[in-house]
């Protein structure tokens, strides 16, 4: 049983920054951050793995994942955020590797709680 814990959300204007944490208790071998937009469905922004990073289109060249197993904590910084970032932003866990699973948040069993970011325009 892997329990996850969200942070750092919050609201910021367009253009801003944001840095989401996520504190991990369990085995992770693959994490990843995912969305849901009010009336969306959920969507993956990035996935990491030892050996492998992927990113939606969304998102890339804005957001960076990282990852420090020391702490065991998950990273998201987040850079000239939109509107259409706004949403509930989720990390997750799975012990399969992310070239297998991707981000079909189907193949993730654990999940956190949420930390909700608000992009204002």
């Known amino acids: 049983q892997v329990r996850l814990v969200e942070s750092g959300g919050g609201s910021v204007q367009a253009g801003g920054s944001l840095r989401l944490a996520c504190t991990v208790s369990g085995d992770a071998y693959t994490m990843a951050w995912f969305r849901q937009a009010p009336g969306k469905e959920r969507e993956g922004l990035v996935g990491i793995d030892s050996t492998d990073t992927t990113y939606a289109d969304s998102v890339k060249g804005r957001f960076t994942i990282s990852r420090d197993n020391a702490k065991n904590m998950l990273f998201l910084q987040m850079y000239s955020l939109q509107s259409e970032d706004t949403g509930m932003y989720y990390c997750?866990?799975?012990?399969?590797?992310?070239?297998?699973?991707?981000?079909?948040?189907?193949?993730?069993?654990?999940w956190g709680q949420g930390t909700r970011v608000t992009v204002s325009s």
């Open positions: 997750a866990a799975a012990r399969a590797s992310l070239f297998h699973i991707g981000l079909d948040p189907s193949h993730y069993p654990n």
